[in-house]
């Protein structure tokens, strides 16, 4: 993986093999941070990134400017990555240990953009339990995005708040703003 623009534009990023993740392919990470760079300064806003995994998209939002980010995930050898990468990098990720939907659950952390990678073979009432959590916790900050990437295969569009979907080869971009 890559990071894309920014402070670090060009700079690869190796994974360890052993992680259990599939980061966000650099074409659609790409088309999804032109959608966000017309709506958002990224030296302004805050960000959520839930089921971070490799970290690929934080590390993209801190090569851009973005201060405030906050990385979610349940394995503890993906966030020690996170932590090793954004420290190697000068970056100033803050990672939590958590079951997503448990951290929708309980924490208050509201952002403007909050993007969500679960697995894709998670099952279709748990990506729809991460917008309404997302929504019934108003943890979005105003005018701020809910991006959940998915299967293609996969539709998202009967829950609340949703504004559209994008695909780019056999992953989608659902949103959900909150306006």
Known sequence: MRIISGSHKGRR??????????PTTDMAKEALFNILNNRYY??????LDLYSGTGNISYEFASRGTQH???V???LDCLRFIDSTSEALGFTIETVKNDVITY?????TKADVIFADPPYDMPLG???????LTFKNELLLENGVLVIEHSSQMDLSHQTNFTEKRKYGGSSFSFFYNQ
């Open 13 to 22: 990023i190796n994974a360890p093999q052993k992680l259990p993740v599939r």
């Open 42 to 47: 990224f030296e302004d806003i805050s960000v």
């Open 69 to 71: 980010i906050t990385a």
């Open 73 to 75: 995930d349940s394995n």
């Open 104 to 108: 929708l659950e309980k924490y208050k």
């Open 126 to 132: 748990d990506f729809e339990k991460i917008s309404e």
